[in-house]
């Protein structure tokens, strides 16, 4: 079985216009790799996705609303996303979870959204440092993937194991850590669909950088990245692309 991986990019709230100038960059090194390249995905700030859609580079968003449209002051709706350029959309990321109570429900009712307007849709879990501590961290994946992911949709679903405790703080599991719980999601998948969880990309996020990309996208059952800091600079984003090759 050979799943093609993914690189994406969650730029969280950061990019101005000036910016845009490093997804071009990205684009020229993507190109230069001609067939050998990943897919490869940026997320930028609801701001930038109709200037970015106009790229090279395949565009997603970071959240989008349940619904179409209607009385929602401030929401953006996966349609609008689609309208915009975008192709993919990130849905329930742990900073999504704590910042804005986004339970299971809501993640996946959001999912079923994006999947309904044809993005491919990024479903992210993740224990937290207390949880892995307290040996629950396959307890609570395996909550939140039978909780957050619409088995029953159609369209292309794509899960990020972020353990919390890894984002931002340059600590990452240990590569079998990885491995066995991407193993785990996808057997969890499997327990809905068995070809379909065989297809499945499963990206792995937290501190991802150039440095130990090469080694975590080795392991069984890692399909990707999904990668915030080191994903502004097209330097560093190169640096975790070019370790796919
Ligand atoms: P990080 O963020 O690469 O900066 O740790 C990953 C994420 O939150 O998606």
Redesign the pocket.
Known sequence: MTRRKLIAG?W?MNGLNAALAEITAIGAGVAALGARAPDVLVCPPFTLISSAARGEVAIGAQDCHIGVSGAHTGDISSVMLKDAGAGSVIVG???RRADHGEDDALVRAKAEAALAAGLRTIICVGETRAEREAGTAYAVVARQIAGSVPFAAQGTIVIAY?PVW????GLTPTNDDIAAMHGAIRAELARSDAARAAVTQILY????KPGNAREILALADVDGA?????SLKAADFLGIINACV
Do not use: F, Q, Y
């Not at 890894?166 to 703080?169: M, Q, V, Y």
């Not at 996020?205 to 991802?208: A, E, I, L, P, T």
């Not at 999904?226 to 080191?230: C, M, Q, Y």
């Open positions: 969650n969280k990321h742990s900073e972020e890894a984002i931002g703080t996020g937290g501190s991802v999904l990668v915030g800091g080191a």
